[in-house]
Nanobody
């Protein structure tokens, strides 16, 4: 069974940056678009960004211009570079396919202080 492992979260002040990583236990990435999602306290798990197999990104309006998604298919890894972080970006961040088809990982906590 494929495992997704997210890492790179932490506590950062508003305006700061973090880079999240998502590693898969197999080559599941090679033929699938991948995305990042986040779930704030008491909220639903919302879509943040997607990257196609060809490297074309798409972003939620709330993060457009601040976040950058990238991937390395050979390394089975997807990254999310987050700049100009805001307190409202505080959430647990997860990766998965656009259809949320894979078992969820444990996520990585991002906390942005004001």
């Amino acid at each position: 069974q494929v495992q997704l492992v997210e890492s790179g979260g932490g506590l950062v002040q508003a305006g700061g940056s973090l880079r999240l990583s998502c590693a898969a236990s197999s080559s599941i990435f090679s033929n699938k678009a991948m995305g990042w999602y986040r779930q704030g306290p008491g909220n639903l798990r919302l879509w943040v960004a997607t990257i196609t197999t060809g490297g074309i990104p798409n972003y939620a309006d709330s993060v457009k211009g601040r976040f950058t998604i990238s991937r390395d298919t050979a390394k089975n890894t997807v990254w999310l570079q987050m700049n100009t972080l805001k307190p409202e970006d505080t959430a647990v961040y997860y990766c998965n396919t656009p259809g949320r088809l894979l078992p969820w990982g444990q996520g990585t906590q991002v906390t942005v202080s004001s």
